[in-house]
């Protein structure tokens, strides 16, 4: 059975596009407004998309449940695996002992809680972007900050803010090297491309993290801190995605900015210090015994993300297996591409060259250096996978829905109501990144959705494809907040305390902050597009 998607079922580009997008309102509603619990929200997200996908766009229900299908068996493998495994990394230091350790450790930097979320959220958050990317930075920077005493809220937000400059260069470039697959454009000037409009960014969202955390007034005492770290960070960013490619940006780019923050407050403190704890530095010993999770964790998924070596595992562990009515059995057709073809659908079982695995790994190994038992570590193991069942079951379905909007067509309803905006479309080319990453959770499958789109809609209105291609997955970065996924790791690596929040309001605590920034990437995307053109590479 084959099936070709219809973008206007209705026959009218705006009710289609209104219908179209009540799974989302949906899942946002019920999640924002009525505080329903996060896999209930998901389950009547995926409904709502089932039943529109079925009866408006005619798609066959067999395909639909496949969709979903395919879209749950992802939500657990790589998202939730990745997450399972950052997670067990951070119960590990924890039960250990070691985390107060690292605590104190941080806090020698500074004990003031804006410079903590500046090395954490943004510096430490974009280098494990830069190696692994999907939940893991969330996560992660998430955990450490509960453990430095931030509350469980305030974590989330900065946590899910921080993670937003550096997506578009995640997981060792995968947004933009599926780009330039999927367009046939040229993958050193996509990333050049990106990197001359996320550096604007960069270099704000410093201001704009400790702002969203103490406010205007409170961010101004430490501005100098925010323009070294963002200025640092976007310097490189400029300078290795113009001049090397998009592969080790994030991790370049995070390295230096990290350690320009830390000489910077060697010579340099704020007028007003909010200590947490005792800033004297822990022995050495003791801080290489905290450090050796992360790092092991670090330089494991590092090496799984170097290409070679990458290339080298998934030859000999991965194996794609076509999903059963579905490969191959959905037609996306003009103005989305070029020429009708057909959407390939895989379930790709790569468990033992996985970031996840990665981080499984060395979780166990670091465990073992210090002194845990294997038999504590499956205990530690274990209880990490019960305290996140009812979570990755969320994931799961948030991607089991956004499978269904990918496979009907009704997400590219919504970009090409966006399209069809004429001489305004630089300005909602970032929107349509935006809006897919808010759907789909990923950067990746953003460009994969519009990235055709992009590129044969500039061609119509002679633009350049490049430009916007690009702007896709730099706006795309501005939805990575608030998409399910994201509110969801975000909402997990933050629980477990009496006043941990629900994905609701962890997604009313970011959605302004996201929307606002995407708004700005449109400003920047038309500005160059119009009257900065020498930005634009040719």
Same mark, same amino acid.
């Given at each position: 059975?084959?099936?070709?998607?219809?973008?206007? @079922?209705?026959?009218?580009?705006?009710?289609?596009?209104?219908?179209?997008?009540?799974?989302?309102?949906?899942? #946002?509603? #019920?999640?924002?407004?009525?505080?329903?619990?996060?896999?209930?929200?998901?389950?009547?997200?995926?409904?709502?998309?089932?039943?529109?996908?079925?009866?408006?766009?005619?798609?066959?229900?067999?395909?639909?449940?496949?969709?979903?299908?395919? *879209?749950?068996?992802?939500?657990?493998?790589?998202?939730?695996?990745?997450?399972?495994?950052?997670?067990?990394?951070?119960?590990?230091?924890?039960? $250990?002992?070691?985390?107060?350790?690292?605590?104190?450790?941080?806090?020698?930097?500074?004990?003031?809680?804006?410079?903590?979320?500046?090395? /954490?959220?943004?510096?430490?958050?974009?280098?494990?972007?830069?190696?692994?990317?999907? %939940?893991?930075?969330?996560? /992660?920077?998430?955990?450490?900050?509960?453990?430095?005493?931030?509350?469980?809220?305030?974590?989330?937000? #900065?946590?899910?803010?921080?993670?937003?400059?550096?997506?578009?260069?995640?997981?060792?470039?995968?947004?933009?090297? $599926?780009?330039?697959?999927? =367009?046939?454009?040229?993958?050193?000037?996509?990333?050049?491309?990106?990197?001359?409009? &996320?550096?604007?960014?960069?270099?704000?969202? !410093?201001?704009?993290?400790?702002?969203?955390?103490?406010?205007?007034?409170?961010?101004?005492?430490?501005? !100098?801190?925010?323009?070294? +770290?963002?200025?640092?960070?976007?310097?490189?960013?400029?300078?290795?995605?113009?001049?090397?490619?998009?592969?080790?940006?994030?991790?370049?780019?995070?390295?230096?900015?990290?350690?320009? #923050?830390?000489?910077?407050?060697?010579?340099?403190? @704020?007028?007003?210090?909010?200590?947490?704890?005792?800033?004297?530095?822990?022995?050495?010993?003791?801080?290489?015994?905290?450090?050796?999770?992360?790092?092991?964790?670090?330089?494991?998924?590092?090496?799984?993300?170097?290409?070679?070596?990458?290339?080298?595992?998934?030859?000999?562990?991965?194996?794609?297996?076509?999903?059963?009515?579905?490969?191959?059995?959905?037609?996306?057709? !003009?103005?989305?591409?070029?020429?009708?073809?057909?959407?390939?659908?895989?379930?790709?079982?790569?468990? &033992?060259?996985?970031?996840? =695995?990665?981080?499984?790994?060395?979780?166990?190994?670091?465990?073992?250096?210090? *002194?845990?038992?294997?038999?504590?570590?499956?205990?530690?193991?274990?209880?990490?996978?019960?305290?996140?069942?009812?979570?990755?079951?969320? /994931?799961?379905?948030?991607?089991?829905? %956004?499978?269904? +909007?990918?496979?009907?067509? =009704?997400?590219? $309803?919504?970009? &090409?109501?966006?399209?069809?905006?004429?001489?305004?479309?630089?300005?909602?080319?970032?929107?349509?990144?935006?809006?897919?990453?808010? &759907? +789909?959770?990923?950067?990746?499958?953003?460009?994969?959705?519009?990235?055709?789109?992009?590129?044969?809609?500039?061609?119509?209105?002679?633009?350049?494809?490049?430009?916007?291609?690009?702007?896709?997955?730099?706006?795309?970065?501005?939805?990575?907040?608030?998409?399910?996924?994201?509110?969801?790791?975000?909402?997990?690596?933050?629980?477990?305390?009496?006043?941990?929040?629900?994905?609701? $309001?962890?997604?009313?605590?970011?959605?302004?902050?996201?929307?606002?920034?995407?708004?700005?990437?449109?400003?920047?995307?038309?500005?160059?597009?119009?009257?900065?053109?020498?930005?634009?590479?040719?």
């Amino acid at each position: 059975m084959t099936w070709s998607q219809n973008y206007d @079922p209705l026959g009218n580009l705006i009710f289609s596009s209104l219908v179209a997008a009540l799974p989302v309102l949906v899942l #946002l509603g #019920l999640l924002a407004f009525w505080h329903v619990r996060a896999h209930f929200a998901a389950l009547a997200g995926l409904v709502a998309a089932a039943l529109i996908a079925v009866f408006v766009y005619h798609m066959p229900a067999q395909l639909a449940g496949m969709a979903a299908v395919s *879209g749950a068996v992802f939500g657990l493998f790589p998202i939730g695996w990745i997450v399972l495994n950052a997670m067990f990394v951070y119960n590990l230091s924890v039960e $250990t002992n070691q985390f107060a350790v690292l605590q104190r450790q941080i806090a020698s930097v500074s004990g003031d809680r804006r410079i903590q979320a500046l090395m /954490i959220a943004f510096c430490f958050g974009a280098f494990i972007e830069g190696a692994a990317g999907f %939940g893991a930075p969330v996560a /992660i920077t998430g955990a450490l900050m509960i453990g430095l005493g931030f509350k469980p809220l305030e974590a989330a937000k #900065l946590a899910l803010i921080g993670n937003t400059a550096p997506v578009a260069f995640g997981s060792l470039g995968i947004p933009l090297t $599926t780009m330039a697959d999927i =367009t046939g454009l040229d993958l050193m000037k996509l990333s050049a491309m990106v990197g001359r409009q &996320l550096p604007v960014f960069s270099l704000l969202v !410093p201001f704009w993290l400790v702002a969203a955390q103490v406010g205007w007034r409170g961010m101004l005492t430490v501005w !100098p801190a925010c323009f070294v +770290t963002g200025a640092s960070f976007a310097v490189m960013q400029f300078l290795m995605s113009n001049y090397h490619g998009p592969w080790l940006v994030d991790i370049v780019s995070a390295v230096v900015a990290m350690a320009s #923050l830390v000489f910077f407050m060697k010579v340099w403190k @704020p007028k007003e210090d909010t200590d947490m704890v005792p800033t004297s530095e822990p022995p050495t010993a003791q801080a290489w015994k905290a450090w050796l999770p992360w790092v092991f964790l670090t330089l494991f998924v590092f090496v799984w993300g170097i290409p070679a070596v990458k290339t080298e595992l998934n030859a000999i562990f991965n194996r794609e297996i076509e999903v059963p009515m579905l490969h191959k059995a959905v037609e996306r057709v !003009p103005p989305v591409v070029v020429h009708a073809e057909m959407e390939k659908a895989v379930f790709k079982l790569n468990l &033992l060259s996985s970031a996840g =695995t990665s981080a499984m790994l060395a979780g166990m190994l670091a465990g073992l250096c210090l *002194g845990v038992s294997p038999l504590r570590l499956l205990g530690i193991y274990g209880r990490t996978i019960w305290k996140l069942r009812v979570s990755l079951l969320t /994931i799961s379905l948030m991607l089991a829905m %956004g499978y269904v +909007t990918r496979y009907s067509g =009704t997400d590219t $309803t919504m970009g &090409l109501m966006m399209a069809s905006t004429g001489m305004l479309f630089p300005f909602f080319s970032p929107i349509i990144g935006w809006l897919g990453v808010a &759907l +789909t959770g990923s950067d990746t499958s953003s460009n994969v959705l519009f990235g055709n789109l992009q590129q044969v809609t500039a061609n119509q209105l002679n633009l350049s494809p490049i430009h916007m291609a690009a702007s896709n997955s730099s706006g795309g970065v501005m939805g990575k907040m608030i998409d399910a996924q994201s509110i969801v790791v975000a909402a997990v690596a933050t629980g477990g305390r009496p006043d941990s929040p629900d994905a609701g $309001t962890v997604l009313r605590s970011v959605f302004w902050h996201s929307v606002a920034l995407a708004l700005l990437m449109g400003m920047l995307v038309m500005a160059q597009a119009y009257w900065l053109p020498w930005m634009v590479v040719k």
